[in-house]
């Protein structure tokens, strides 16, 4: 039987707050909420820890984050450079299950990816014996941007429960203690790399690093993409009639979190600094002593220690002054 059309009308205009009466705005791409994130594995870090690990989503809407779950409960927020965290304050001898949802720059969440689980080791007590170093490390490109890695596996008194990845100093990966292999990724094209792998049982004890593998990912990297933008210096004089150099600027777009830069003074490094907890999201800021003495010209860059553990792309170069207001 036909709806009489006003019956009809007062339909459309209920619909309307959610479809227009158009039935186009599942369409919309502006409406689509972010993907599941994909690859996600988890492996016990400690009697205490696991280390969760998952692919970037790269399509659909811009990321903001990621919300890690374990179980029904969200237990970490991690910027949306960031793709791994190491969940803590765990209890020994415990199976978990770990999934994560990315959340897009106006706050919502997508689907939960598929869940993961790990099984925290059975604590050991007084245990200060550190497992022997993994041995044998041996390495191959696989393009641009990643590397496999093999080794021989560490014996300890118990039981080794994971692996850590360096690549310089910087830890850049971990896999589950029963791993002797892996490949590492996002790395940058034209780069020679230093590779390490250090063992951790259970209490924590971490073993003497490896033999390192060294290895040039192929094609070529200028750095430019890897430098901070927007890159601004000035001075200010304090009350005691000290000067201070201000930085300020964006941090670089990487498939990882920023947590340290190195500042360049007249072409020498003239310090460091490491962001803790979590690193600015958007425009970053630092300040540091020059002096007393006015009229000093300075040459002054900024550069990020990347997610790979290589140094990024220098800055734009400012020029300033001691007793200057602005930039010259």
């Not at 019956?7 to 705005?25: D, N, P």
């Not at 996600?40 to 790269?58: D, L, Q």
């Not at 094209?189 to 990912?217: C, I, K, M």
């Not at 070529?220 to 004089?237: C, I």
């Amino acid at each position: 039987m036909p709806v009489p059309l006003r019956r009809s009308a007062l339909l459309c205009a209920l619909l309307a707050l959610l479809t227009s009466c158009a039935w186009g705005g599942a369409d919309d791409e502006s409406g689509r909420l972010p993907a599941a994130p994909v690859g996600v594995t988890a492996a016990a870090g400690s009697a205490t820890s696991v280390h969760v690990m998952w692919n970037a989503v790269s399509s659909g809407a811009d990321i903001e984050g990621y919300a890690v779950y374990r179980g029904t409960t969200k237990v970490e927020d991690v910027p949306g450079s960031q793709h791994m965290v190491d969940v803590t304050r765990l209890r020994p001898a415990t199976p978990y299950v770990f999934s994560v949802r990315a959340r897009d720059t106006e706050g919502r969440l997508g689907p939960p990816s598929r869940e993961v689980r790990a099984t925290t080791p059975v604590a050991t007590a007084a245990d200060r014996s550190a497992p022997t170093r993994p041995g044998e490390l041996h390495g191959r490109t696989a393009g641009s941007r990643a590397v496999q890695l093999t080794w021989a596996a560490s014996a300890d008194d118990r039981d080794v429960v994971s692996y850590d990845i360096y690549q310089g100093d910087t830890k850049i990966h971990s896999v589950g203690g029963n791993q002797t292999a892996t490949v590492v990724t996002g790395l940058r094209p034209g780069t020679r790399y230093s590779f390490t792998v250090r063992a951790r049982d259970a209490a924590d004890n971490l073993s003497p690093a490896g033999d390192s593998v060294r290895l040039t990912t192929p094609g070529s990297d200028d750095g430019r993409g890897t430098a901070p933008v927007d890159f601004r210096a000035t001075t200010r004089r304090e009350a005691d009639g000290a000067y201070y150099l201000d930085l300020a600027w964006v941090p670089p777009e990487t498939d990882g979190v920023v947590t340290e830069y190195q500042v360049r003074l007249d072409g020498r490094a003239a310090t460091s600094l490491v962001f803790g907890g979590t690193p600015p999201r958007g425009r970053a800021t630092y300040s540091f002593y020059l002096g007393r003495e006015a009229g000093e010209s300075h040459r002054v860059r900024i550069r990020a220690r990347l997610p790979d553990g290589t140094w990024g792309g220098l800055s734009a170069e400012r020029t300033v002054a001691t007793g200057s207001a602005s930039d010259r």
